[in-house]
T-cell receptor
Framework: DTEVTQTPKHLVMGMTNKKSLKCEQHMGHRAMYWYKQKAKKPPELMFVYSYEKLSINESVPSRFSPECPNSSLLNLHLHALQPEDSALYLC?????????????FGPGTRLTVL | AQRVTQPEKLLSVFKGAPVELKCNYSYSGSPELFWYVQYSRQRLQLLLRHISRESIKGFTADLNKGETSFHLKKPFAQEEDSAMYYCALDTGRRALTFGSGTRLQVQP
């Protein structure tokens, strides 16, 4: 399996809901990433996990909570989001997290916060 | 702080014409530079990286440290090259900073 998969494809949630986004890869990659992409804008890095440890948090609000249960799985837990958090959330993985590594992207979860 | 600038939002050329997508970066150290591409209804994927010094799908990009540029070039554009192209920079943090992207339209 040479793909990054993300579920769900679409998610609509209210501001009081709690939901989770899921990302999975079976390429043996040890670095995983969450990006946020607003319409007509480039992806913006949110979090980086390296060997299941959080290595970068780009000052993301605490209503976004990442989790890496094992080397193949990455979750993003959502709670008390705002309408401006509506975006495409992309997951990516790379072999070791070295700067020259290719990042493999998932198709994204399109989130709408009402 | 590092920054990547892609000055053109849209570049429209005819099939067979040369293409140059511009990318400039600001970073005082030794950067790792990439071009990522997103074709219609497909996921973002790596096109090429400067360290490989390779040509992919006829595209090349040369890192010019003096001009802090990493422009993407192809001598003869094809219709299937139509896509969104992002230049990206890694300063060694293992984190990509993307430019704003250039949409390439290749007309028949």
């Amino acid at each position: 399996d040479t793909e990054v998969t993300q579920t769900p494809k679409h998610l609509v949630m209210g501001m009081t809901n709690k939901k989770s986004l899921k990302c999975e890869q079976h390429m043996g990659h040890r670095a995983m990433y969450w990006y946020k992409q607003k319409a007509k804008k480039p992806p913006e890095l949110m979090f980086v996990y390296s060997y299941e440890k959080l290595s970068i948090n780009e000052s993301v609000p605490s209503r976004f909570s990442p989790e890496c249960p094992n080397s193949s799985l990455l979750n993003l837990h959502l709670h008390a989001l705002q309408p401006e958090d509506s975006a495409l959330y992309l997951c990516a993985s790379s072999q070791t997290g070295q700067g020259t590594d290719e990042q493999f992207f998932g198709p994204g979860t399109r989130l709408t916060v009402l | 702080a590092q920054r990547v600038t892609q000055p053109e939002k849209l570049l429209s050329v005819f099939k067979g014409a040369p293409v140059e997508l511009k990318c400039n970066y600001s970073y005082s150290g030794s950067p790792e530079l990439f071009w990522y591409v997103q074709y219609s209804r497909q996921r973002l994927q790596l096109l090429l990286r400067h360290i490989s010094r390779e040509s992919i799908k006829g595209f090349t990009a040369d890192l010019n440290k003096g001009e802090t540029s990493f422009h993407l070039k192809k001598p003869f554009a094809q219709e299937e090259d139509s896509a969104m192209y992002y230049c990206a920079l890694d300063t060694g943090r293992r984190a990509l900073t993307f430019g704003s992207g250039t949409r390439l339209q290749v007309q028949p």
